[in-house]
């Protein structure tokens, strides 16, 4: 097993559109890269803590592949729109790729090279942040599965 951390606007989306990918075992929504241990949505939503929302997915590396998961993660958020997603705005709805290893790193720089050099986006720039994987705090239980519980399909 290995894990993968993204961060792509609202994390119950994300949590969503990740858990449909075979060989997805897991998806965990939460909060990471900030300064605040142990947050709570509410902190969080006050752009104050410097976390983002942001989902810890565990997959089987035999089933699907790292850089699989870099393109749903590209495919499922707007990566040029800097700490907005939607109608959600604010720095802890930022793009961010969070590294767990040098190969994850790597995989994900020359992914983002190589749609910029594409010009997937319309040739605007991408801002996705690719940073080391930092403590990673579980968010509250009514956020996990979200749209499970709610029986709702998707944000849109």
């Given at each position: 097993?290995?894990?993968?951390?993204?961060?792509?606007?609202?994390?119950?989306?994300?949590?969503?559109?990740?858990?449909?990918?075979?060989?997805?075992?897991?998806?965990?929504?939460?909060?990471?890269?900030?300064?605040?241990?142990?947050?709570?949505?509410?902190?969080?939503?006050?752009?104050?803590?410097?976390?983002?929302?942001?989902?810890?997915?565990?997959?089987?590396p035999?089933?699907?592949?790292?850089?699989?998961?870099?393109?749903?993660?590209?495919?499922?958020?707007?990566?040029?729109?800097?700490?907005?997603?939607?109608?959600?705005?604010?720095?802890?709805?930022?793009?961010?790729?969070?590294?767990?290893?040098?190969?994850?790193?790597?995989?994900?720089?020359a992914?983002?090279?190589?749609?910029?050099?594409?010009?997937?986006?319309?040739?605007?720039?991408?801002?996705?942040e690719?940073?080391?994987?930092?403590?990673?705090?579980?968010?509250?239980?009514?956020?996990?599965?979200?749209?499970?519980?709610?029986?709702?399909?998707?944000?849109?």
């Amino acid at each position: 097993m290995a894990y993968a951390t993204f961060a792509a606007g609202c994390f119950w989306g994300v949590e969503a559109e990740f858990r449909k990918i075979k060989g997805v075992l897991d998806a965990t929504v939460g909060y990471t890269g900030g300064a605040t241990p142990n947050p709570t949505y509410k902190q969080v939503g006050t752009g104050r803590t410097g976390h983002a929302e942001a989902v810890r997915v565990e997959y089987d590396p035999g089933q699907v592949s790292y850089e699989a998961l870099l393109e749903a993660f590209w495919n499922m958020h707007d990566p040029t729109t800097l700490n907005r997603q939607g109608p959600d705005v604010g720095a802890q709805y930022r793009s961010a790729i969070l590294f767990h290893t040098p190969e994850q790193r790597q995989a994900a720089l020359a992914s983002k090279e190589r749609l910029e050099a594409e010009g997937r986006f319309g040739g605007r720039p991408i801002v996705t942040e690719i940073v080391p994987a930092a403590e990673f705090y579980r968010a509250e239980e009514y956020h996990q599965r979200y749209f499970e519980k709610q029986g709702i399909a998707s944000c849109h």
